[in-house]
């Protein structure tokens, strides 16, 4: 069991898996949230929220899961969500029995405004409750974490009261949420020192931090609450999250890194101290926000800090010369210390299956043989059409299998015919759940949208089609390109992912992967689908698959 972390560190919680999942579209099944998992440990998170396994059987299997395969006794601390409830409680403290080292995150709301039209409760209800279900969740862990939500908006004093019940009752951390990402840094650190001064136990917990983007001050609040005493951050790859997201995790890593000179009296350190102010592999960071990126089909700006496409370039003339020169003129730190290094050419046409499969282990890669096999094939398909093979080249063709939606619908043809004099159609050939080959063609107003029509008239599913992305993983003329679609059925998003030279067909494949997702999601959620049964070729399928 882990001992009580230092007070001149800074732990970084990781929510993509539970508050960065509910953004909208970025649902994610079992398996790729255990992908996710590993990376999260090979970036060296100290804890993993794995989910709310009281929401459903699916969260319920991928905290367990992931309990079991990612937290191992030298691995992150995996953490389960769960509301002031015992029913939640208990849940969560069985999704994470097989965890090495496991944490029970509970929480109950403090504002005047949550506690008035929310909760319907009462500030003595409040402080009754507190005590009585951290200390139901001690007694089925030793690592307890408490949340008073909407922390930012309530009351200081009846803060301070609530906290000091929750750690007396045995919680080791006391997170405080702007849960609406409200607040602003001076308030913020404010708020984390009155909590330090006047809750007479505080020196038994660690202060955790977790803040909203709203305002887009969530890196900025949370860096005060560090200079202020609070110890853990709670965070996302790519800043993921509800509304405009959380605290990113790449910005504050690489924050405290860059500037730990600045940060490093704050916590007890010699200012002129090298040593990281985290556990992170900050060369890990670039390849988690890809994972992240494509499984959850939410693309990152290429202005975005950290690990956008633009962070490390360098269009101005005078910018280039400096950088030239010495890249310290305008960068304030590498582009390899996120792990985003120079392509290379690593492999080529001649290169056999071991050599292909090893450097996909040294890529962080796990792959099943099935996998293995497919993403061979695909790699030998663009060696015949690239010159040179890059580690991008490589973790686009991993991605793109390890990655795909269960196999329903199956794309077997795909044909366009279009130019400035003529009308864009496509042919389509899609092999169905049942088996049966059927083709049919459409006219559309482009190229994709003629395909989009086609599909759609063999799959008749009905959708609406959100957002179509193009992007290319590598410079040049016989570049892969990534595409990325979103769709959305009756208020659900749901996303698709696939990597090709030929951007046609992988627009092609990422909508029927799309669609994948959107049929397994209606097979397995019947209850919430329409009555009317739906044709494909000889087949009536109920939507609603009674």
Same mark, same amino acid.
């Given at each position: 069991m882990k001992t009580q972390p230092s007070?001149?560190?800074?732990?970084?919680?990781?929510?993509?898996?539970?508050?960065?999942?509910?953004?909208?579209?970025?649902?994610?099944?079992?398996?790729?949230?255990?992908?996710?998992?590993?990376?999260?440990?090979?970036?060296?998170?100290d804890v993993i929220e794995a989910g709310f396994p009281f929401t459903s059987t699916g969260d319920f299997e991928a905290v367990q899961k992931i309990a079991r395969s990612v937290g191992t006794e030298h691995g992150p601390t995996?953490?389960?969500l769960a509301r002031a409830r015992k029913p939640d409680i208990k849940r969560a403290a069985e999704a994470l029995k097989p965890a090495a080292n496991a944490r029970i995150h509970t929480f109950l709301a403090t504002s005047d405004i949550h506690l008035e039209h929310k909760l319907k409760k009462t500030r003595a209800e409040i402080l009754e409750i507190v005590p009585e279900m951290v200390a139901y969740a001690k007694s089925f862990v030793n690592d307890v974490e408490f949340s008073p939500e909407d922390a930012c908006r309530s009351?200081?004093? =009846? !803060?301070?009261? +609530?906290?000091?019940? #929750?750690?007396?009752?045995?919680? *080791?951390?006391?997170? &405080?949420?702007?849960?609406? /990402?409200?607040?602003?840094?001076?308030?913020?650190?404010?708020?984390?020192?009155?909590?330090?001064?006047?809750?007479?136990?505080?020196?038994?917990?660690?202060?955790?931090?977790?803040?909203?983007?709203?305002?887009?001050?969530?890196?900025?609040? =949370? !860096?005060?609450? +560090?200079?202020?005493? #609070?110890?853990?951050?709670e965070? *996302?790859?790519?800043? &993921?999250?509800?509304?405009? /997201?959380?605290?990113?995790?790449?910005?504050?890593?690489?924050?405290?890194?860059?500037?730990?000179?600045y940060y490093n009296p704050f916590l007890g350190r010699a200012a002129d101290s090298e040593e990281p102010l985290t556990n992170i592999d900050s060369r890990q960071i670039y390849k988690t926000s890809r994972l992240v990126s494509n499984l959850t089909g939410m693309l990152v700006?290429?202005?975005?800090?950290?690990?956008?496409?633009?962070?490390?370039?360098?269009?101005?003339?005078?910018?280039?010369?400096?950088?030239?020169?010495?890249?310290?003129?305008?960068e304030?730190?590498?582009?390899?210390?996120?792990?985003?290094t120079e392509n290379q050419i690593v492999l080529g046409k001649l290169s056999g299956r071991h050599a292909f499969h090893t450097r996909l282990k040294e890529l962080g890669f796990e792959m099943a043989d099935d996998e293995l096999n497919k993403a061979f094939v695909k790699f030998k398909d663009l060696a015949d059409k690239k010159k040179e093979i890059t580690d991008w080249d490589l973790e686009a063709i991993a991605n793109n299998e390890v990655h795909q939606a269960p196999e329903l619908f199956r794309l077997e043809l795909v044909q366009v015919s279009c130019g400035d004099k003529s009308r864009p159609t496509a042919t389509v050939t899609v092999r169905t759940p049942a088996g049966e080959e059927l083709t049919d063609a459409a006219i559309g107003t482009g190229p994709v949208d003629a395909i989009y029509r086609a599909i759609n008239r063999v799959v008749n599913v009905p959708n609406e089609l959100i957002e179509f992305s193009v992007q290319s993983v590598t410079a040049g003329i016989d570049a892969i390109g990534e595409v990325t679609i979103r769709l959305r059925h009756e208020g659900k998003v749901f996303s698709g992912h696939s990597a090709n030279t030929d951007i046609i067909v992988a627009s092609a494949e990422a909508y029927i992967s799309a669609l994948n997702r959107l049929y397994q999601a209606l097979q397995s959620n019947p209850e919430k689908s329409s009555e009317q049964p739906t044709q494909i070729g000889n087949q009536v399928v109920a939507k609603a698959q009674r």
């Open positions: 007070q001149d560190r800074i732990i970084i919680f990781d929510t993509t898996l539970r508050d960065g999942e509910q953004s909208p579209g970025a649902s994610l099944n079992v398996d790729e949230k255990l992908t996710i998992a590993r990376q999260l440990a090979r970036l060296g998170v995996i953490c389960g009351e200081p004093e =009846f !803060l301070y009261q +609530v906290l000091e019940r #929750a750690i007396a009752a045995g919680a *080791t951390t006391v997170n &405080i949420p702007d849960t609406v /990402g409200y607040t602003t840094p001076s308030e913020f650190g404010a708020l984390i020192r009155g909590i330090k001064e006047n809750v007479p136990n505080i020196d038994r917990a660690i202060i955790s931090v977790h803040g909203h983007n709203d305002l887009g001050l969530a890196v900025a609040n =949370f !860096l005060e609450a +560090v200079k202020n005493g #609070a110890r853990q951050l965070c *996302t790859i790519n800043g &993921i999250g509800e509304r405009a /997201g959380n605290a990113a995790l790449e910005e504050l890593v690489m924050a405290l890194y860059v500037r730990r000179q700006q290429p202005n975005k800090a950290i690990v956008g496409a633009n962070a490390f370039a360098h269009e101005s003339g005078i910018h280039q010369d400096g950088v030239l020169k010495n890249k310290r003129t305008y304030i730190m590498d582009a390899e210390s996120i792990g985003l």
